[in-house]
């Protein structure tokens, strides 16, 4: 089993800590947070007073953090964690960041011979506590090799992107699509039911037909169609609505730097921009749905 450093023990990455601890793996962990030290501590994991002492005699390094700058700040720069990591140590970055800042540290990680993946996740919280995450990953093919079986006990599904910021522009083409397919969804649940439509009934009848989707299979926005999903729950739970439009900006800045016409995408943006601004942004993204019936 392995030596392994954790760095970001939030939502997702206290779970996916914890999931390593459960494979048998020694996990040392850090957060600016005591209590999520505190829990990986009663996992069976070990907590560190800072990323450096965390990093301390691991060849291996996980991080999950909440954006670029962050991810930016932790391996960059005469001070940044690469400077201390030892050669020959795999980085494995889960992060959702923009693709060009995964390429910088991709190419930072490669001048102090430490080979890296940037590996962001898809399945949200339930995804990462049950250990069923999809990974996206970019960098060099033979490093996903070394790295499968530390992937394998967070995840369920490793997919390789390609090179070096290849999983970041997976995930960001991934969440622009989520988040399309709900707003879609959300928009024509609320049109049946103000017709006169049973939402459970509805939403059977598109999800075996051709506007079936994901939202609908698993996700369905409308509270009480499915009980298990965070519209039954006050919209609690799940993948926040400003995590989302950070996805979502991300994705805009992907097309941007291609030239690439995204007018679903920019929508998309613009509606979750407005939850945000509505006082939302803690509520899972589904909430979207209140966009139509509120």
Same mark, same amino acid.
């Given at each position: 089993?392995?030596?392994?450093?954790?760095?970001?023990l939030?939502?997702?990455?206290?779970?996916?800590?914890?999931?390593?601890?459960?494979?048998?793996?020694?996990?040392?962990?850090?957060?600016?947070?005591?209590?999520?030290?505190?829990?990986?501590? @009663? /996992?069976?994991?070990?907590?560190?007073?800072s =990323?450096?002492?965390? *990093? +301390?005699?691991?060849?291996?390094? &996980? $991080?999950?953090?909440p954006?670029s700058?962050?991810?930016?700040?932790?391996?960059?720069?005469?001070?940044?964690?690469?400077?201390?990591?030892?050669?020959?140590?795999?980085?494995?970055?889960?992060?959702t960041?923009?693709?060009d @800042? /995964?390429r910088?540290?991709?190419?930072?990680? =490669?001048?102090?011979? *430490? +080979?890296?993946?940037?590996?962001? &996740? $898809?399945?949200?919280?339930?995804?990462?506590?049950?250990?069923?995450?999809?990974?996206?990953?970019?960098?060099?093919?033979?490093?996903?090799?070394?790295?499968?079986?530390?992937?394998?006990?967070m995840?369920?599904?490793i997919?390789? /992107?390609?090179?070096?910021?290849?999983?970041?522009?997976?995930?960001?083409?991934?969440?622009?699509l989520?988040? &399309?397919?709900?707003?879609?969804?959300a928009?024509?649940?609320?049109?049946g039911?103000?017709?006169?439509?049973?939402?459970?009934?509805?939403?059977e009848?598109?999800?075996?037909?051709?506007?079936?989707?994901?939202?609908?299979?698993?996700?369905?926005?409308?509270?009480?169609?499915?009980?298990?999903?965070?519209?039954?729950?006050?919209?609690?739970?799940?993948?926040?609505?400003?995590?989302?439009?950070?996805d979502l900006?991300?994705?805009?800045?992907?097309?941007?730097?291609?030239?690439?016409?995204?007018?679903?995408?920019?929508?998309a943006?613009?509606?979750?921009?407005?939850?945000i601004?509505?006082?939302?942004?803690?509520?899972?993204?589904?909430?979207?749905?209140?966009?139509?019936?509120?």
């Amino acid at each position: 089993m392995s030596k392994i450093a954790f760095i970001g023990l939030g939502h997702m990455g206290l779970p996916m800590a914890c999931n390593l601890v459960k494979a048998g793996h020694e996990v040392s962990g850090f957060d600016l947070v005591p209590s999520a030290l505190e829990q990986l501590v @009663a /996992a069976g994991g070990k907590a560190s007073n800072s =990323a450096r002492d965390a *990093i +301390e005699g691991v060849q291996i390094v &996980v $991080s999950m953090l909440p954006a670029s700058r962050h991810v930016e700040g932790l391996y960059l720069g005469d001070d940044g964690l690469l400077s201390y990591i030892q050669a020959g140590s795999l980085v494995l970055e889960c992060s959702t960041i923009a693709p060009d @800042a /995964a390429r910088k540290v991709h190419a930072a990680a =490669a001048q102090m011979g *430490i +080979e890296m993946l940037d590996a962001p &996740v $898809s399945g949200g919280t339930a995804g990462a506590a049950a250990g069923t995450l999809t990974f996206m990953t970019g960098g060099a093919a033979a490093t996903l090799e070394k790295a499968r079986e530390i992937l394998a006990a967070m995840g369920k599904n490793i997919f390789h /992107a390609g090179p070096a910021g290849a999983g970041q522009v997976a995930k960001v083409c991934n969440n622009q699509l989520l988040a &399309v397919h709900m707003l879609g969804t959300a928009e024509a649940m609320a049109l049946g039911v103000a017709n006169g439509l049973d939402p459970s009934a509805l939403a059977e009848i598109m999800r075996q037909s051709s506007g079936g989707n994901w939202s609908l299979e698993k996700y369905n926005p409308w509270p009480g169609v499915m009980e298990n999903a965070p519209a039954s729950h006050d919209y609690s739970g799940g993948f926040a609505t400003e995590l989302m439009t950070k996805d979502l900006g991300l994705a805009q800045e992907a097309a941007q730097s291609t030239g690439s016409s995204t007018p679903m995408g920019s929508l998309a943006l613009q509606l979750y921009r407005l939850m945000i601004k509505q006082g939302k942004g803690k509520l899972d993204f589904s909430a979207v749905q209140k966009l139509f019936v509120e």
